[in-house]
């Protein structure tokens, strides 16, 4: 983005739920009380079947930012998921205020939905493959107070019609 340009406002919900709907992808949503960890969210998880997401928005040394969305009680190694994801180096946390630029979103409501917003290709996103085991995966819909329900291959076409081709990997898998 030149000097001068003024990012265009993050996505709502509703506007996440317009572009789905003119995709022709299915999707529900359930709203509840806010959550900001995967601890406070899996007490949902008998009124929303399917794969839950945990997701970790990363950058390496070079300002390389990734999207890692992995299942809810996957256990990722941040020493060693570099070489894994592509990442110039050991990786670690983006910060919030990249995290809102990038990706419209504050920490505790990071969802693979959030490329919607990155227009310009600036996060890499990357697809536990164990996640993909699912026919249905749950996200936040760009707000952490609601889970959206959508098809596993449909997340994928979500993804890449963003501009987003996923790089799926087996992460939770490795020590």
């Known amino acids: 983005m030149s000097e001068g340009t003024a990012a265009a406002p993050p996505k709502t919900d509703e506007e996440l739920f317009a572009a789905l709907d003119e995709m022709g992808i299915a999707h529900q949503t359930k709203t509840h009380p806010p959550v900001f960890t995967v601890s406070e969210s899996q007490s949902l998880r008998d009124a929303i079947p399917g794969g839950h997401t945990k997701n970790l928005f990363l950058k390496d040394k070079k300002d390389n930012f990734f999207l890692v969305t992995v299942e ?3 256990e990722i190694n941040l020493k060693t998921i570099h070489p894994l994801i592509g990442a110039k180096g050991r990786v670690s946390f983006g910060k919030p205020d990249k995290l809102m630029a990038f990706l419209g ?3 505790g ?5 959030g490329v919607i917003n990155d ?3 600036q996060v890499q996103m990357v697809l536990d493959a164990a996640l993909l085991e699912h026919e249905i995966i749950n996200a936040h ?3 952490n107070d609601a889970t959206t329900s959508i098809g596993r291959d449909d997340l994928l076409r979500f993804l890449e019609a963003t501009g987003h081709k996923p790089l799926i ?3 939770s898998a490795q020590d």
């Open 169 to 171: 990997v087996a992460l």
């Open 105 to 107: 979103v504050i920490p």
């Open 119 to 121: 227009t310009q290709g």
């Open 109 to 113: 409501a990071v969802t693979a939905f």
């Open 72 to 74: 809810e009680d996957a």
């Open 141 to 143: 819909p760009l707000r």
